[in-house]
């Protein structure tokens, strides 16, 4: 047993004495396969509690030699794995995105929104939450009728079809997910929005032509710090002159660091999680300006929250596309994120970026004035 007093309580058993060696040399490898194999039991509390408690004590732990030498091996590992080229890229994102699309409607919202939303109150429903992200977007890109807009990474098609239906703007968007596309492709024919709304299979770096706004939702954690360059320089090239980028991403507050073990292996391969100091660098270099930077800290955390439960009241139909192991790893995916987010260093941001100095309004009052105008009445 582990907690005493007000402090999270989690009571494990761990059933094997190779899974005990196994956490020792690489714990935040193993503890997730332990229970992922059933190997490791929750006994008292839930697996947040136990992963909430692990996150809690994480920056008190004394490190030995061996673990430090096992991370500087590892962050030279990643230098390789987050190397991302094109003929590479596509097989690592349909890794993750081209599961079974059902399995994605048991947890998110209508919209598959699948990406921090932005909780105006704790009061906020999943589906408000995300209508507040997205509104918030198009209000920093300062979108208006008659743009051409970019959406780098679009997912299911859900912001694209909203920025689309909150102004007379055409959207392009490109995935590299064959399951995101073709879904993507049926909703924007059902809605009648083919003229307006068009998604390519396609990895940014082919996109071609000019554009008024950019925008890209967590699709930044599969660059990998090697392309960071690359891709801003390719935002500033697709950028018209007074053109505006919004960057949305997941982040971290301090040292910069390669994915969990477990979440690298079995979630997000190739996937990185970067500092604001990475992008800066880069943004510098590519000729942008930094017009906004906002970082959404807690927000997150209570996406997962709301995710996760969810999940869990549909665990009976997941396991029916999948099986048991598979409920558990991503069970573990998703506490285990919600507590990073609680308890760690991550967070999410978003950086406004411009061609031009003077492109935008002076004051941030225009992104109140943009949300409010865009309420649904």
């Not at 999270?8 to 094997?16: E, F, M, V």
């Not at 059933?38 to 692990?54: A, K, P, R, T, V």
């Not at 590892?74 to 599961?99: C, E, M, S």
């Not at 507050?253 to 390669?258: G, L, M, Q, R």
């Amino acid at each position: 047993m582990f907690g005493d007093g007000e402090a999270p309580r989690a009571g494990i058993r761990i059933k094997s004495r190779a899974l005990e060696r196994r956490i020792f040399f690489t714990p935040k490898l193993a503890i997730g396969e332990g229970y992922m194999d059933g190997e490791l039991e929750i006994i008292e509390g839930d697996l947040y509690d136990f992963l909430d408690l692990c996150m809690a004590n994480l920056g008190n732990l004394p490190q030995s030699r061996f673990h430090r030498w096992a991370e500087t091996l590892r962050d030279k590992v990643a230098l390789w794995q987050t190397f991302n080229p094109i003929h590479k890229a596509a097989g690592k994102v349909r890794h993750h995105y081209d599961l079974n699309g059902q399995l994605f409607d048991l947890f998110l919202d209508a919209d598959r929104q699948y990406s921090c939303a932005y909780f105006k109150s704790p009061n906020d429903s999943l589906e408000q939450a995300q209508a507040h992200k997205k509104r918030r977007l198009a209000a920093k890109l300062h979108l208006a009728d008659g743009h051409r807009v970019l959406d780098i990474g679009s997912g299911w098609g859900g912001l694209a079809m909203t920025l689309a239906g909150l102004r007379d703007v055409t959207v392009v968007g490109v995935t590299l997910s064959e399951e995101q596309y073709q879904h993507s492709r049926r909703r924007i024919d059902n809605a009648g929005l083919a003229e307006r709304v068009r998604i390519h299979l396609q990895d940014y770096r082919q996109v071609q032509g000019h554009f008024d706004r950019i925008v890209s939702v967590g699709m930044l954690e599969h660059v990998g710090p090697r392309h960071y360059l690359e891709y801003y320089r390719k935002i500033a090239q697709l950028l018209t002159d007074n053109g505006v980028a919004v960057i949305h991403a997941i982040g971290k507050f301090h040292t910069p660091a390669p994915l969990n073990p477990w979440m690298a292996k079995y979630i997000f391969p190739g996937a990185y999680t970067p500092t604001l100091a990475e992008q800066t660098k880069a943004i510098e270099k590519a000729g942008l300006w930094v017009t906004d930077v906002e970082i959404l800290r807690v927000h997150y955390a209570d996406t997962l929250k709301a995710w996760r439960r969810r999940f869990q009241q549909n665990i009976d139909t997941a396991r029916a596309l999948y099986d048991d192991r598979f409920c558990r790893m991503w069970d573990f995916y998703l506490a285990g994120c919600e507590a990073a987010f609680r308890r760690g260093e991550l967070m999410v941001f978003q950086i406004q970026l411009a061609k031009a100095v003077d492109t935008l309004p002076l004051t941030r009052d225009y992104m109140a004035d943009y949300d409010i105008q865009t309420q649904p009445a």
